[in-house]
């Protein structure tokens, strides 16, 4: 089991085959692997991914696409519901659900159908708000995979669908953790959000975990909580959905789709009026906003 990560930029150093190589670690609690991805260093807009991760098209390892995709929004905690621990959503969580129920038939989604024959689809499933906070500040893989099967134990009746993305969110306070490596919020500040997927009762469950965006590194400037969310829902969909169990769709150093685009070019309000990035498209041989 591998996951696939965005990393929080702490130096201001561009990529390097010999960073890109470093993407892949594995993670001390969960025992897979992390696929790591650099943002923008803090500050600078301007950061530009080094011409070996632009220059190579995305390779067809094999591994199996979601051809017709799902998202499950699953909110942790009292703070995304309105009123503080009913089931309705809050602005935060009302405004994401609203974006993943029209981003899968955008133009900004519809650039991944070249792989494999993904089709573009409704992907708006199902949310769910937990009433209670993660049980730790720093939240671990482990716990992650353990919110999304209290997610299909109690509110699915145990039906696993293996055509969805369970992607978590963390509230405000609360930190990801990986090893020596957190998100926004924790001391060691090494990436943004990631996906991965794992066997639960012998299906293979694809999600996604997504901290609270509090810090410039994984920020855009000028957007909003829900607008930064809207980025990582962006690139994070996209690459679980074209690199499920990553052994399908990524360059040769690594790099999955998302990956060669983030952070550079900008970021932007797109379809919708919905946090963006933009993405790699092999017809293209480049980063594009739409298809």
């Not at 199902?126 to 999304?148: C, F, G, L, M």
């Not at 679980?240 to 990956?259: C, F, H, I, K, S």
């Not at 919708?272 to 017809?283: C, L, R, T, V």
């Amino acid at each position: 089991m591998r996951i696939k990560v965005i990393l929080a930029a702490l130096v201001f150093v561009s990529l390097s085959l010999p960073a890109l190589a470093q993407q892949r670690v594995v993670d001390s609690n969960s025992g897979g692997t992390l696929h790591l991805f650099q943002p923008k260093p803090v500050g600078d807009e301007d950061f530009v991914i080094q011409p070996e991760a632009r220059n190579n098209n995305l390779v067809n390892h094999g591994g199996p696409v979601i051809t017709s995709a799902k998202v499950v929004m699953i909110f942790w905690g009292p703070s995304f519901a309105n009123p503080a621990g009913s089931q309705t959503p809050g602005a935060i969580a009302g405004e994401l659900n609203a974006m993943v129920s029209q981003f899968g038939t955008t133009g900004e989604y519809n650039t991944i159908t070249q792989y494999s024959g993904i089709q573009q689809a409704n992907l708006f499933s199902d949310y769910w708000i937990d009433p209670a906070n993660p049980p730790h500040t720093a939240v671990s893989d482990t716990d992650i995979r353990n919110e999304v099967k209290n997610y299909i134990n109690s509110r699915a009746g145990g039906s696993i669908n293996t055509s969805a993305v369970y992607e978590v969110f963390l509230p405000n306070g609360f930190y990801s953790t990986s090893g020596n490596s957190t998100s926004c919020g924790g001391p060691h500040l090494q990436y943004c959000a990631y996906h991965s997927h794992f066997t639960f009762n012998s299906k293979d469950v694809k999600y996604g975990s997504m901290p609270y965006p509090s810090c410039g590194g994984c920020q855009w400037t000028g957007w909003t909580t829900a607008q930064n969310f809207e980025h990582f829902i962006c690139h994070e969909t996209r690459e679980a959905v074209t690199d499920p169990d990553l052994n399908a769709w990524y360059d040769r150093q690594g790099n999955e789709a998302d990956d060669k685009c983030a952070w550079s070019p900008s970021p932007f309000i797109g379809t919708g009026g919905y946090g963006y990035q933009y993405e790699w498209s092999n017809q293209d041989h480049g980063c594009v906003r739409t298809k």
